[in-house]
């Protein structure tokens, strides 16, 4: 059992990548209100884009933190230029469809470009190797997608209530006609916001790319994943996504251990639970993005 | 990165005339000239795409040998590909197109054992054989088998038997297992327990065993729990990307420097291999279904410099069953002397063909190819191709693995 | 005038599907089963999206149980297919009527994600409870029984099992179209349009939806029945909420707006995944592009944009 601290940890490093992924998406809901199928495709292609920086271009891993995300936020801006603005006015199910057909169309893209191989991207010399925690060993990495989680945590809640920007998302979130009104170009907010998104998405991607095998489709897995995350937490409730993480970060990290035969039924479970006794997410309340 | 593969030898335009001349089921006519065509099934999509990929390159290169040395009848050999989507009814739907629409005359392939166990009973319905070239589940040489299905590449029970064999001759006496929560995980171990057993009585199957979800990602929790329970040996049949992520995890976590006896059933797979390189750490013993260094014969020197310059891998054991299968396709339809699916049937059962593995037979009894895995201990690095040696490599002989008609439950 | 124009075409298309087997290739009964049997499962899901509004992404979880009953029961008792289809649909009901009593409490993206939470754990059954549905391999090599009631079909015949699909789908698909034009039919229309007013008349919402979440349900299970004896298998794909997606892509496709729409998109759907797919292993790219299309200047459905224009809507 001394390994029980390393779990925990173990749990918390799955939970922070999980938040990165899944605050995202829920931004994008909480602004847009579209639920994109295709979140996950862009966190895909922020690993597969880290890949080529360090594997192909043989350049160091830090420079992808900066250049991956961004190259995601570009696509993502082509995107919603191209498709997804059309249907903002829509029922929600046109954004869905149309954010599903993106999905198909990247995860083929993607195979087509790199091929269907395992690809691995070694952590920088400083991330690698492991420590001790109460006797059981846990990598440095792990800590790595600790403190970025943690950055990310902060640096999202310091931009939603300390700046300007951020004030106007969720002027934006709350009434598109009456920020329009009020003098914010709201046509370029939702631009940018679904930008953000993807840049976020693609951090994820990039944090992920030196511990997560890298293949196609790798995207997909995670996408219901954060759905389950954000629906715990709370559909548009930002502090509700990192308490979802850590709950299904605790369920992976524990779960599969001690109740190997309800692993896969469990995040359902939770998440039909929270919908059922909480619609609104056990950190709810709409607009609060 | 790599262009991706374009089918440029395939008559796409075959579907149309086939469509317009409205051929039907079994009409095929066998005609001095045209062309003998192989439909394939594997998974070109998706997670898994790159088993797809090797098969296809496999086959691709049979066929361009068989064709540059005259075809087989003298005819020349095309083949169409299909996509299974690693579903079971989108592998029916393919193969009955494949044999109504496009006018194949022998199927191939399969990826999965989900798909095979779907597809298999259909196949008697469809009039031609299949050969299987990488699903490994008992169940289609097995309860499942019919006349018109073999396979060519390793079954489950031929490469545990292998494993119970290697794991006798180790120190290890308790044993346990990390395998992937499906049919595949969970058969891998109760073959290997019960052949185990059999060799040796007094070894501990644990009850604490460890079966993540397919596509986990994390396995450190499960890593944590096997190193927990403190084993002799841990049979470990991840695979594919699934294998890429324990294997780095359980490095960081020190599992192998606990003196576990680590065997590794899809390990010597090439595309983890190459993935893992030096992360493959040395002293475990991995297994594949083809090792494309463990065959000393003429036919398997040339399928590996042919497919290596040609690519720039060394085969994996999906391209090399890929390959046999067009090979054991040549043999019978020239033995039969004809495409016609009953011949070729009657052909195939009990047939001896050289493939790179050596020679191999298709038992008559349950369809089985008698081929055995190679498990070899890693060793240093194979710096040509970034991958981990094998050494000592042990090939199991067919016959010695390959548990008789009567136990795998098969009533042709 | 217009009124009749879809009976004329209504009739027009049975024609042309109780004589397919005489003029396209023999593959192609297979691919008209396939569309027939997904035809239905669409339909019955229009049911819901289409005519009360309620977006769901578990239908395939009553789709697959079906599956799974008839392809237990042909495999452990070899029961005539009849039988066994309406002991699909008794269990689509059951689990339809316990799913939905708690997802039409939730509206919107809520009930979506709670039908998309009940669909996977009814596929996390399907998939570890090995003793009982034999794992990822599922329930295949079940024998192809007699169709029941002294009917004597040969039904590993694909074309006698076409002739048994089409029947049994035309005649599903007519009762479905009963119900959508029955009072209960007219007032899940007004739910789905303004369920405000609705509950302002005394009608109670909730329990509407769950009568309709049943009725599509149960049919759904219809579906699951005779696609597992079509393919000989049924495993947990089946459950996915892939297999949950594919109704939603044909609603949409065909258009929600009219009652043939799913059963023309069904059509589409299948069809090109055909087509494509023996074309280009590069099949999710151009679904994915036509799917986009569609959705930006389509958005009616195809069937709904043509019969929008010929209907002067």
Not at chain 1, 230 to 259: D, E, K
Not at chain 2, 309 to 318: D, I, L, R
Request: glycine share 10%; hydrophobic share 50%.
């Amino acid at each position: 059992m001394e390994s029980f601290a390393a779990s925990l940890l173990n749990s918390l490093d799955i939970a922070l990548l999980l938040f990165v992924i899944a605050v995202g998406l829920n931004i994008v809901f909480g602004v847009l209100n579209v639920i994109n199928f295709a979140h996950g495709a862009l966190y895909m292609l922020g690993a597969y884009f880290t890949f080529t920086i360090v594997n192909i271009w043989g350049l160091p891993y830090w420079p992808s933190l900066i250049i991956a995300p961004l190259a995601v936020a570009a696509v993502a801006i082509v995107i919603e230029r191209v498709m997804l603005r059309y249907v903002y006015d829509r029922h929600i199910t046109d954004s869905l469809l149309l954010t599903f057909a993106l999905l198909l169309i990247i995860d083929d893209l993607v195979l087509m470009i790199w091929g269907p191989g395992i690809q691995v991207v070694e952590p920088p010399a400083l991330l690698k190797g492991t420590f001790t925690v109460f006797g059981g060993r846990y990598p440095v990495y792990g800590l790595f997608v600790i403190f970025m989680g943690l950055v990310m945590v902060w640096g999202l809640w310091a931009l939603f209530t300390k700046t300007r920007a951020g004030r106007i998302m969720r002027a934006a979130s709350i009434d598109r006609d009456m920020a329009q009104t009020v003098g914010i170009n709201v046509p370029m907010v939702l631009t940018g916001v679904f930008a953000f998104g993807a840049w976020i998405a693609a951090i994820g991607g990039v944090v992920a790319a030196p511990m997560r095998a890298i293949g196609p489709a790798m995207g997909d897995k995670i996408i219901i994943e954060s759905f389950i995350v954000v629906v715990i937490g709370g559909l548009g409730s930002f502090p509700g996504t990192f308490l979802g993480a850590i709950v299904l970060g605790l369920i992976h990290g524990f779960g599969g251990r001690y109740l190997p035969d309800i692993s896969l039924v469990l995040p359902y479970l939770g998440m039909a639970l929270v919908l059922l006794l909480r619609p609104q997410g056990l950190m709810g309340g709409r607009g609060s993005a | 990165m790599r262009t991706p593969s374009i089918r440029s030898r395939i008559v796409r335009s075959a579907f149309a005339i086939a469509a317009a001349a409205g051929l039907a089921a079994g009409t095929a006519q066998a005609q001095e000239g045209e062309p003998v065509r192989l439909g394939a099934i594997y998974i070109m999509s998706g997670t898994a795409s790159v088993y797809g990929q090797f098969a296809e390159q496999g086959l691709e290169l049979a066929i361009e040998e068989i064709n540059d040395a005259g075809g087989i009848l003298g005819r020349p050999v095309e083949y169409e590909l299909q996509d299974s989507q690693l579903k079971a009814d989108v592998a029916i739907q393919a193969a009955r197109k494949l044999v109504y629409q496009d006018g194949v005359h022998a199927l191939m392939g399969i990826d999965s054992s989900g798909v095979a166990a779907g597809l298999v009973p259909t196949i008697p319905e469809l009039n031609r054989s299949l050969i299987i070239t990488h699903a490994a589940t008992p169940d289609v040489t097995g309860k499942l088998c019919n006349r018109n299905t073999f396979r060519i590449s390793v079954n489950i029970n031929q490469n545990m038997k292998g494993a119970a064999m290697v794991a006798a001759e180790t120190d290890a006496k308790r044993w346990t297992t990390i395998g992937p929560d499906y049919a595949f995980g969970h058969q891998s171990w109760e073959f290997f327990g019960n052949y185990l057993k059999e060799i040796d009585s007094s070894v501990e199957l644990m009850d604490q065993t460890a079966f993540p979800r397919f596509g986990n990602e994390d396995f450190t929790p499960f890593i944590n729990s096997v190193m927990d329970s403190d084993p002799d040996g841990v049979l470990i049949s991840l695979w594919g990307g699934d294998l890429v992520n324990f294997v780095r995890q359980a490095n960081n976590l020190g599992f192998f420097d606990k003196g576990f006896e680590v065997m590794m059933t899809v390990g010597a797979a090439t595309e983890v291999l190459s993935a893992l390189g030096k992360d493959m750490p040395e002293g475990v013993w991995l297994s594949t279904r083809y090792w494309f260094g463990a065959h000393d014969n003429p036919m398997n020197e040339r399928f590996v410099e042919a497919y290596a310059s040609k690519y720039g891998n060394p085969p994996s054991y999906n391209a090399e069953g890929a390959y046999a299968a067009v090979y054991a396709y040549k043999a019978a339809m020239e033995k039969a002397g004809s495409t016609d699916a009953d011949k070729v049937i009657d052909a195939l059962s009990g047939l001896t063909v050289m493939t790179p593995m050596g020679e191999v037979t298709f038992r008559e009894g349950d369809h089985q190819a008698t081929v055995g895995p190679t498990w070899g201990r890693t060793a240093g690095m194979n710096e040509k191709y970034g991958i981990r040696n094998l050494d000592p490599a042990r090939t199991f002989d067919g016959r010695d693995v390959t548990p008789s008609v009567a136990e795998t439950g098969c009533k042709m | 005038m217009k009124g009749s124009i879809p009976l004329v075409v209504m009739a027009a298309v049975l024609l042309a599907l109780a004589t397919l087997p005489y003029y396209v290739p023999y593959f192609y009964i297979f691919v008209a089963t396939e569309v027939l049997i997904m035809g239905l499962l669409a339909g019955s899901y229009n049911l819901i999206f289409g005519y009360t509004g309620m977006l769901s992404f578990g239908h395939a979880a009553f789709f697959g149980f079906g599956a799974y009953i008839t392809a237990m029961l042909l495999m452990h008792f070899e029961v005539p297919l009849l039988w066994a289809m309406i002991a699909s649909m008794a269990g689509a009901l059951v689990l339809a009527a316990i799913i939905g009593f708690f997802c039409v409490r939730l509206d919107e993206v809520y009930f979506a994600m709670l039908t998309l939470a009940f669909g996977m754990m009814v596929f996390a059954v399907a998939l570890q409870w090995r003793s009982l549905t034999n794992g990822s391999d599922g329930i295949s090599g079940f024998p192809l029984p007699e169709f029941g009631l002294g009917i004597d079909l040969t039904l590993a015949d694909p074309m006698v099992y076409y002739y048994m699909v089409l029947v049994i789908v035309v005649l599903a698909s007519a009762v479905l179209y009963l119900i959508t034009r029955s009072p209960f039919g007219l007032m899940l229309k007004a739910i789905s349009e303004n369920p405000e007013r609705v509950a302002f008349c005394g009608v109670n919402e909730r329990r509407h939806r769950l009568i309709a979440f049943i009725i599509a349900g149960t049919f759904a299970g219809l579906s699951g029945a005779l696609f597992a004896p079509f393919n000989r298998v049924a495993n947990p794909d089946m459950v996915h909420w892939t297999q949950s997606a594919e109704p939603v892509l044909m609603t949409i496709l065909g258009g929600a707006g009219y009652f043939m729409g799913p059963y023309f998109g069904a059509a589409v759907f299948v069809l090109l995944e055909t087509w494509i797919t023996s074309y280009t292993d590069q099949w999710m790219l151009f679904l994915g592009i036509v799917l986009a299309l569609m959705v930006l200047f389509f958005r009616r459905g195809l069937l709904g944009t043509v019969l929008d224009r010929v209907m002067g809507r």
